[in-house]
C-alpha cells in the first residue's frame, strides 16, 4: 500500500524568502503525485502534478516540485514567498499500474501548515 | 461550470442521528471519492466508487455508507452519527486513465459537528 509523509507540521517563513516543502512517499511502482493547496476553510485546489517524463514539474503560482525516484521523494519549492502562499499544504500520491493506468485513490501526508512573515 | 458540488456546506447533528451528505459532479468522472479531515492526520478516503454500481471501502469506513446508482452522484450516508464523526468531508471526482487525466477534483467541504 502506499504511503505519504511530509516530516515538517508547520513552517514559518519571511515574506520574500524561499520555500521548500518536503514529501516523501511509499509506493512500489512509478507512481502519479500531486501537491494541492488549502485555504481557511476551503475546498483543495491543484498546485501541480507528476505523472512522467521530465522530473521538474512546474505549477501554479510559481510553485514546482521535484521527483527523485531515488529518494522517493517529491519537494515543493517556490523562490519568493508572497503573504498569499499562507497555507496548508498536502502532498499525495495515486497508485497506478504498470500501463500507467491510475486507480484513482489518493493517499495523502499528514499536511503542512505555511505561515509567512511580514 | 459547476464541477463537484457538495451539499450541506454545515451541519450539526445529535449522537445516533443520520443524515446524507451529498455530492455531484458533472465531468461524466468515472471515480468518485470521500475523505474525512481531522488535524494533523491529513485527508483519510471513507470509500470510493470506480462507476455507477460499484462500490468500495477506504481506510476509516466504519459508520458510513454509500452507494452510487447515477454517475453524477456519490451521497455518503453516517448511520447513527457520533461525536468521532465530527470532521470535514470532501468528496472528489476524477477520470480513470492515463497521465493528465487523471486530476482529482475536491468540492467545498462540509463541516460536521457531531454533540
Known amino acids: 500500500a502506499q504511503s505519504v509523509t511530509q516530516p515538517d507540521i508547520h513552517i514559518t517563513v519571511s515574506e520574500g524568502a524561499s520555500l521548500e516543502l518536503r514529501c516523501n512517499y511509499s509506493?512500489?511502482?512509478?507512481?502519479?503525485l500531486f501537491w494541492y493547496v488549502q485555504s481557511p476553510g476551503q475546498g483543495l485546489q491543484l498546485l501541480l502534478k507528476?505523472?512522467?517524463?521530465?522530473?521538474l514539474v512546474q505549477g501554479i503560482k510559481g510553485f514546482e516540485a521535484e521527483f527523485k525516484r531515488s529518494q522517493s521523494s517529491f519537494n515543493l519549492r517556490k523562490p519568493s514567498v508572497h503573504w498569499s502562499d499562507a497555507a496548508e499544504y498536502f502532498c499525495?500520491?495515486?497508485?497506478?499500474?504498470?500501463?500507467?493506468?491510475?486507480?484513482?485513490?489518493?493517499?495523502f501526508g499528514q499536511g503542512t501548515i505555511l505561515t509567512v512573515h511580514p | 461550470n459547476a464541477g463537484v458540488t457538495q451539499t450541506p456546506k454545515f451541519q450539526v447533528l445529535k449522537t445516533g442521528q443520520s443524515m446524507t451528505l451529498q455530492c455531484a459532479q458533472d465531468?461524466?468522472?468515472?471515480?468518485m471519492s470521500w475523505y474525512r479531515q481531522d488535524p494533523g492526520m491529513g485527508l483519510r478516503l471513507i470509500h470510493y466508487?470506480?462507476?455507477?454500481?460499484?462500490?468500495d471501502q477506504g481506510e476509516v469506513p466504519n459508520g458510513y455508507n454509500v452507494s452510487r446508482s447515477t454517475t453524477e452522484d456519490f451521497p455518503l450516508r453516517l448511520l447513527s452519527a457520533a461525536p468521532s464523526q465530527t470532521s470535514v468531508y470532501f468528496c472528489a471526482s476524477s477520470s480513470l486513465g492515463t497521465g493528465r487525466n487523471t486530476e482529482a477534483f475536491f468540492g467545498q467541504g462540509t463541516r460536521l459537528t457531531v454533540v
Open positions: 509506493y512500489g511502482a512509478t507512481p502519479y
Open positions: 465531468m461524466n468522472h468515472e471515480y
Open positions: 507528476y505523472f512522467s517524463g521530465d522530473t
Open positions: 499525495a500520491v495515486a497508485a497506478a499500474n504498470a500501463g500507467g493506468t491510475s486507480y484513482g485513490k489518493l493517499t
Open positions: 466508487s470506480v462507476g455507477a454500481g460499484i462500490t
